[in-house]
Nanobody
Framework: QVQLVESGGGLVQAGGSLRLSCAAS????????MGWFRQAPGKEREFVAA????????SYADSVKGRFTISRDNTKNTVYLQMNSLKTEDTDVYYC??????????????????????WGQGTQVTVSS
């Protein structure tokens, strides 16, 4: 089991920055590939960024590439999403997700919602113009 708790959301002006954190707990959190997704009311959840179990591989949605950076600190069991140059269209609830993977898949990342087994409760990010 993996438990996830997001933090760091809030209100920011366009062009500003926020850093989201996802604290993971549980016996297998260090064996998990992690991802960030976001969802607006009435819309489907969409992929934002993913990082492999090892931390050596990452992937980003085209809409955030060059502005967002995903990272992880396995000593703290925490994944981060640094968001720079925020736009009003980045306003969403952001969710952290985890999926436990075997050692030989430690460099794989996952971009599909259905590939993740564990989810946090979400944190609201609002970007004002």
């Amino acid at each position: 089991q993996v438990q996830l708790v997001e933090s760091g959301g809030g209100l920011v002006q366009a062009g500003g920055s926020l850093r989201l954190s996802c604290a993971a707990s549980g016996r297998t959190c260090s064996s998990a590939a992690m991802g960030w997704f976001r969802q607006a009311p009435g819309k489907e959840r969409e992929f934002v960024a993913a990082i492999s179990r090892s931390g050596g591989s990452t992937s980003y949605a085209d809409s955030v590439k060059g502005r967002f950076t995903i990272s992880r600190d396995n000593t703290k069991n925490t994944v981060y999403l640094q968001m720079n140059s925020l736009k009003t269209e980045d306003t969403d609830v952001y969710y952290c997700a985890a999926t436990v993977v075997i050692y030989y898949s430690r460099d794989r990342y996952y971009t599909e919602e259905g590939q993740y087994d564990y989810w946090g409760q979400g944190t609201q990010v609002t970007v004002s113009s």
